[in-house]
């Protein structure tokens, strides 16, 4: 099993082979699986769930895989949140964001997650669920309920920020099993960052902060999105993760 995931271009072959191990229910399933992921389907594909803030996040065939360095954006999160704050993870994906914010602040927030994409809520509402999460289906704010309007302290983002341009840079992986949406920003990569920003400061509680994720080179223009839609804006980085966020708030 470690050689042909090996020669597949494995680089943690042995871990892989633990990890396809433990998920298969018999050796015909586990054939499948190291086949599956020998193919180059994604190995959280293959297992059905992603590490991410040390829980385990369901994932699948067609879902974008919740990346490491989005985890410095759950960090600053729960250092700016109370127990008892409104939170929303916007372009969810699998709710990846909003669960470990949830996990992390305790069983007094109220948790939405909100996508456009009915496969991946598929995931999210699996995520979100022990945490009493609320799941929405739509394009961005639309999706959301009026009950919501003025009452959100924490607006979780991490949309696409890849430049179409560069889709065809990303590794085959990310190319051929994530959903295109999850992964195209359109031309400059930040269409929906703007879009996000010009529409949050309504859903926003007074003090409320939106913080985005996006890469280095575009964070002077995500910062003037969200400074633009009337927001006190900072930027925050970690090195160790090559994590980078806009961090947007509203006046109190």
């Known amino acids: 099993?470690?050689?042909?995931?090996r020669a597949a271009g494995c680089?943690?072959?042995e871990e892989e082979a633990e990890l396809l191990t433990a998920a298969a229910e018999d050796e015909a399933h586990l054939a499948d699986l190291v086949a599956r992921r020998a193919a180059g389907e994604p190995l959280e594909h293959v297992v059905g769930w992603a590490e991410f803030c040390g829980l385990r996040m369901r994932v699948g065939a067609g879902a974008f895989v919740p990346r490491r360095r989005t985890e410095f954006l759950v960090h600053e999160a729960v250092s700016l949140g109370r127990p008892d704050a409104v939170v929303l993870d916007l372009c969810c994906g699998v709710g990846a964001l909003g669960a470990a914010v949830a996990a992390q602040l305790g069983a007094r927030v109220e948790l939405h997650a909100a996508d456009i994409d009915p496969a991946a809520l598929e995931y999210a509402r699996l995520n979100v669920a022990p945490y009493g999460g609320r799941?929405?289906?739509?394009?961005?704010?639309?999706?959301?309920?009026d009950s919501l309007r003025g009452r959100v302290d924490l607006l979780l983002v991490n949309a696409p920020y890849v430049p179409s341009e560069e889709i065809?840079?990303?590794?085959?992986?990310?190319?051929?099993?994530?959903?295109?949406t999850s992964l195209d920003g359109g031309p400059d990569g930040l269409d929906i960052h703007r879009r996000v920003a010009a529409g949050a400061l309504p859903w926003l509680a007074p003090g409320g902060r939106l913080l985005i994720e996006t890469s280095a080179?575009?964070?002077?223009?995500?910062?003037?999105?969200?400074s633009a839609a009337g927001l006190a804006v900072r930027a925050a980085t970690s090195e160790e993760l090559y994590a980078t966020l806009a961090i947007g708030t509203r006046a109190a």
Not at 1 to 5: C, D, G, K, P
Not at 135 to 145: K, R, T
Not at 217 to 226: C, D, I
């Open 135 to 145: 799941v929405h289906e739509g394009d961005l704010y639309a999706a959301l309920p």
């Open 217 to 226: 080179r575009q964070s002077p223009r995500t910062a003037s999105a969200l």
């Open 168 to 180: 065809g840079l990303l590794p085959a992986e990310a190319r051929e099993h994530e959903p295109l």
């Open 11 to 13: 680089v943690f072959a």
């Open 1 to 5: 099993m470690v050689e042909t995931l």
